[in-house]
């Protein structure tokens, strides 16, 4: 029963605070209290609708970059030294974690094209039908010009980069002067001729500047009797990793196991910096609106000073009084959280079309200026090439971030008013109308 009986109040008190929060709410409505929250809520919504786009763009940019690494150039897992190739692929098969898994050889050589140009390179020697073994190294290895065909002897895949500073296209020749292998290859020839089948292009550029692959069967005439086979394998879950390497290690005492997190270790930890720290600039705009609703809410109680004595004398408790003004805090915060996170969703599915526009109204206003300082310019003048390239890269929204922003908005206008109406608490009714 006294569970019920508190229930019951403080059910009534959220009602009482509500009706007076929207009493209060609707006199202000054309008053400076009410221009004051207008703007606080306009200021949460441009914050949280800069820093969800903001974010998503940055994670567009990041995971470009990381699909890249973990499909084509690290895998989730690389594992060598297997004493038993057999035993190992067995074991892989009734692991249902593992998606794929896809034995390669990689040598670094240094490659000459047309016209004596060179360049060193990295070559993995993958099997033939690694694109329907694996479906993530096809979906981010795009082919821009040949086909993925290593059926043929010596046929090699160059990255778009690396085509270009040898000079060649597909059916040119290309000579791998020098490779590293094991002892039994030689150091330097000019018998490794490789005939190019085709051109990808990947989310990273150094993957298109330094890769290139050729056939298993070739990676085994030119690499050496005793190069060793490294295992990329691929898992449904990537964060589930250390994981599985701990049952690889398990099982097969003698394998090495490295994960896609320590490959390119440096790179990602610098790829998270500047995300966290780009997160942190944005988030200031949120301190300055908490800075403006404090300053707001501060004024409304000093301006509310009689009301806060009628409602005391007549019963309203400090704290019933002080969610007043907590309430008008947390639907500011509503009020401009909500439609600037439906805001900057928008923006992001639309990505493409926001980059075209501004870089309409980037030409028009530099067109603008040149007819009146410089007229015999205007033919010069062209679109930014680079919202083109922005245009492309697709934004990606992480439902987690999206949630935590919006909320961060909503508690930055409900810590403000809890902190400025704080003030309540220490008025007595006297007072208050002694001094009126």
């Known amino acids: 029963m006294n569970k019920e009986k508190q229930t019951k109040e403080k059910t009534a008190s959220l009602k009482w605070i509500l009706f007076i929060s929207n009493r209060f709410s609707k006199v202000d409505r054309k008053g400076r209290s009410a221009v004051t929250s207008a703007l606080a809520s306009l200021g949460i919504c441009f914050g949280v609708m800069t820093l969800i786009v903001t974010i998503s763009v940055m994670n567009g940019f990041q995971m470009g970059f990381k699909d890249a690494i973990m499909e084509v150039s690290s895998y989730h897992i690389m594992v060598n030294d297997i004493e038993d190739d057999t035993k190992f692929l067995n074991w892989c098969e009734n692991e249902n974690q593992i998606k794929s898994i896809i034995p390669f050889y990689e040598a670094q050589g240094l490659m000459v094209g047309h016209a004596k140009k060179q360049t060193a390179a990295l070559i993995r020697a993958v099997p033939k039908d690694i694109l329907q073994k694996d479906e993530g190294f096809a979906k981010e290895c795009q082919l821009i010009s040949g086909s993925f065909d290593l059926s043929n002897p010596n046929?090699?895949?160059?990255?778009?980069?690396?085509?270009?500073t040898l000079g060649v296209r597909v059916g040119s020749r290309i000579n791998i002067v020098a490779m590293s292998g094991s002892s039994d290859t030689e150091l330097l020839s000019s018998d490794r001729v490789f005939f190019v089948s085709g051109i990808f292009h990947t989310g990273y550029s150094d993957i298109n500047s330094a890769y290139s692959f050729i056939?298993?069967?070739?990676?085994?005439?030119?690499?050496?009797?005793?190069?060793?086979?490294?295992?990329g394998i691929k898992l449904n879950d990537s964060n589930k990793d250390s994981i599985e390497i701990s049952s690889i290690n398990k099982s097969f005492p003698s394998a090495k196991s490295e994960s896609w997190r320590s490959y390119n270790r440096t790179f990602f930890g610098a790829l998270r910096v500047e995300k966290n720290m780009l997160m942190l600039l944005v988030f200031l705009i949120f301190i300055v609106v908490a800075v403006n609703i404090y300053n707001g809410m501060r004024k409304m109680v000093y301006e509310r000073r009689e009301e806060i004595a009628v409602i005391?004398?007549?019963?309203?408790?400090?704290?019933?009084?002080?969610?007043?003004?907590?309430?008008?805090?947390?639907?500011?915060?509503?009020?401009?959280?909500?439609?600037?996170?439906?805001?900057?969703?928008?923006?992001?599915?639309?990505?493409?079309?926001?980059?075209?526009?501004?870089?309409?109204?980037?030409?028009?206003?530099?067109?603008?200026?040149?007819?009146?300082?410089?007229?015999?310019?205007?033919?010069?003048?062209?679109?930014?090439?680079?919202?083109?390239?922005?245009?492309?890269?697709?934004?990606?929204?992480?439902?987690?971030?999206?949630?935590?922003?919006?909320?961060?908005g909503i508690f930055s206008s409900l810590a403000a008013s809890w902190v400025a109406s704080r003030g309540i608490l220490k008025l007595t009714v006297a007072e208050v109308l002694r001094d009126e």
């Open 312 to 408: 005391s004398a007549f019963g309203g408790k400090s704290k019933q009084v002080q969610g007043i003004f907590i309430m008008q805090g947390l639907l500011t915060g509503i009020k401009g959280s909500i439609p600037g996170a439906l805001l900057g969703l928008f923006l992001c599915v639309k990505m493409d079309t926001v980059f075209m526009i501004l870089s309409k109204v980037q030409y028009w206003m530099e067109y603008f200026f040149y007819m009146i300082v410089s007229p015999q310019n205007t033919a010069l003048l062209s679109e930014n090439p680079m919202y083109s390239v922005y245009a492309s890269i697709p934004a990606r929204m992480v439902p987690s971030e999206i949630i935590l922003i919006t909320f961060f």
């Open 215 to 231: 056939s298993l069967q070739d990676g085994e005439k030119y690499f050496g009797n005793t190069a060793q086979v490294t295992y």
């Open 155 to 164: 046929g090699i895949i160059l990255g778009s980069t690396l085509a270009r």
